[in-house]
């Protein structure tokens, strides 16, 4: 297969980390060979969570993993709302109204229906998207990886 200027590999860290880092890598990786893993976050540019989402799909991938990646939908009141829980988890103080929670639970209801969440593995990487579990059979793990700080 030709490789694209803007692929990332694991081999392309070989020059940072050396050969037998990326070949501990590798072979560790075979284990979870066609792991089917569901990144899941709110925006697909900004905020720095989809920059290293857009990297490491692409690596996940490099080593065997079936990585995907999808964002949620949502009305500027939802990310109003949820501009509020990142705030909060930042050591803001927090009153979401029962209307400011449902229209947190609602859009995620429909963005779960969209949604096909039938994986291996599901990892959560902001706030918004949160609700989503309680809209699926947990027949898999899934993680939050949260990057507010």
Known sequence: MKRLPWYASI??????VGEKTVERIILKAKRLRDLKLLNINS??????????????TLLERSVGIKSDWRLIQGSPDFFSVTKKIHNALQGASIHLTDLKMEIYEQVNLQNAIRMDLDQDLIVIHDPQ???????YRRTCPWVWRCHVD
């Open 129 to 135: 998207p949160l609700p989503l579990i309680q809209h």
């Open 11 to 16: 081999e392309d860290y070989i020059p940072l």
């Open 43 to 56: 925006t697909f540019y900004g905020g720095g969570v989809a920059e290293m989402l857009s990297s490491l």
